[in-house]
Nanobody, 114 residues
């Protein structure tokens, strides 16, 4: 069973920063667009950001200028640096690997207190 292992969630005050990381098996990582999605209570799961195997990035409008996604091929890890956090960023954040198949992590909670 393929596992995407997420870390870095937690509780932070509005305006603060958090960094999420997700590690995938190397064979999956190298061939996949890696991304982060989030799901707030009672809402659908939405795209936050993606980074392709070639390094092209894509962001939701709501996080542009505040979040930065990056991939570390040596560690098969995708990172999401989240700055200037807002209460509306509160959600469970899920790592995603999309190639020939799609894999999801179990999610990590991010809570931003006002």
């Amino acid at each position: 069973q393929v596992q995407l292992v997420e870390s870095g969630g937690g509780l932070v005050q509005a305006g603060g920063s958090l960094r999420l990381s997700c590690t995938a098996p190397g064979i999956i990582f190298s061939a996949s667009t890696m991304g982060w999605y989030r799901q707030a209570p009672g809402k659908q799961r939405d795209l936050v950001a993606t980074v392709s195997a070639g390094g092209s990035t894509n962001y939701a409008d709501s996080v542009k200028g505040r979040f930065t996604i990056s991939r570390d091929s040596a560690r098969s890890t995708v990172n999401l640096q989240m700055n200037s956090l807002k209460p509306e960023d509160t959600a469970v954040y899920y790592c995603n690997a999309r190639g020939g198949l799609t894999f999801w992590g179990r999610g990590t909670q991010v809570t931003v207190a006002s």
